[in-house]
Nanobody, 122 residues
Framework: QVQLVESGGGLVQAGGSLRLSCAASGRTFRTYAMGWFRQAPGKEREFVAASRRSTYYADSVKGRFTISRDNAKDTVYLQMNSLKPEDTAVYYC??????????????????WGQGTQVTVSS
């Protein structure tokens, strides 16, 4: 069983930055693909970024967001720069034990955090 706890969400003006963190329990963190997803009101959950031995991004965030991980701390991060109002959503951290890559489908993920709200004002 893996538990994921996100932090770092908040309110920021357009053009600003936020860094989300996701702390994971479990002794095999380094073997998981870790992903970030987001869900805006009235919309489906969508893929943002994923990390295993490499990284993969949704086109909508490429060049603005960076996913990174610290395996010694069992933590994955999402650095979000040049934020736009359309980035407003609840952001979820997820862990996948599957070996497929890139892991951009929510169906690939076995464990989910509770989510953290990101609001970007115009």
């Amino acid at each position: 069983q893996v538990q994921l706890v996100e932090s770092g969400g908040g309110l920021v003006q357009a053009g600003g930055s936020l860094r989300l963190s996701c702390a994971a329990s479990g002794r095999t963190f380094r073997t998981y693909a870790m992903g970030w997803f987001r869900q805006a009101p009235g919309k489906e959950r969508e893929f943002v970024a994923a990390s295993r031995r490499s990284t993969y991004y949704a086109d909508s965030v490429k060049g603005r967001f960076t996913i990174s991980r610290d395996n010694a701390k069992d933590t994955v991060y999402l650095q979000m720069n040049s934020l736009k109002p359309e980035d407003t959503a609840v952001y979820y951290c997820a862990a996948s034990t599957a070996q497929m890559w890139p892991a951009s489908s929510s169906r690939s993920y076995d464990y989910w955090g509770q989510g953290t709200q990101v609001t970007v004002s115009s």
